[in-house]
């Protein structure tokens, strides 16, 4: 059973750029979470989707940044018009079921904005 | 906004030596878990802890949860080389959001 894959791994944009992010979560989870990690800091939640549905994004940038998880295919989280400060580590977790259960994290991916 | 605080921030030992970590916050949360994170890897859930003054031991690793839900403890014994990474605590609160503490970097040196 594959775990959450995330891709790429290494994104490297120029300032003003897209950033497309995707999670693959494991197979018969429909619940996502995005996360972000900036060095030497925790993970800070962005936002929780399930299919086709945004379930909280109180943790997500007001501006430029979005996310979706369609009824078909990976979750996306795009960051338009990319700034240096964009630059970090984001992850996506799943799990099957709603709620306070674990969540089992992708690998991430590692965005640098030069 | 709730925040849980970890200390210390860096923990350099020798082998076999124990250590705490400690996760603190001036919130109730209604589960605490602990991760571990190495290197180019996303966090790997060791545990979670339930109740107030609830215990769990892993092998070499015992947790424990206040018995005020607002804050717990990672203790290893006999630390080994293996034990190395990052140590994340993570609760969820009021938001139904999981909120992480910013981490204790461990490293055991042979």
């Known amino acids: 059973n594959a775990g959450v894959m995330q891709n790429p791994r290494h994104l490297v944009r120029r300032r003003g750029q897209e950033a497309r992010l995707r999670c693959s979560p494991m197979k018969g989870h429909s619940h996502v979470y995005w996360y972000r990690q900036l060095p030497e800091e925790g993970l800070k939640f962005m936002v929780y989707?399930?299919?086709?549905?945004?379930?909280?994004e109180s943790g997500m940038p007001k501006e430029r940044f979005s996310a979706e998880f369609p009824k078909e295919g990976p979750s996306i989280l795009r960051i338009q018009q990319v700034v240096r400060g964009d630059s970090a580590a984001y992850f996506c977790a799943s799990s099957p079921w709603q709620g306070e259960g674990e969540q089992y994290f992708g690998p991430g991916t590692r965005l640098t904005v030069t | 906004t709730q925040l849980l605080e970890q200390s210390p921030q860096f923990l350099s030992i020798q082998e076999g030596e124990n250590l705490t970590v400690y996760c603190n916050s001036s919130s109730v949360f209604s589960s605490l878990q602990w991760y571990r994170q190495e290197p180019g890897e996303g966090p790997v859930l060791l545990v979670t802890?339930?109740?107030?003054?609830e215990v769990k031991k892993l092998k070499r690793l015992t947790f424990q949860f206040g018995d005020a839900r607002k804050d717990s403890s990672l203790h290893i014994t006999a630390a080994q080389p293996g034990d190395t990474g990052l140590y994340l605590c993570a609760g969820f609160g009021s938001a139904r959001q999981l909120t992480f503490g910013s981490g204790t970097q461990l490293t055991v040196l042979p």
């Open positions: 989707l399930q299919k086709e549905n945004i379930i909280d």
């Open positions: 802890v339930v109740t107030g003054g």
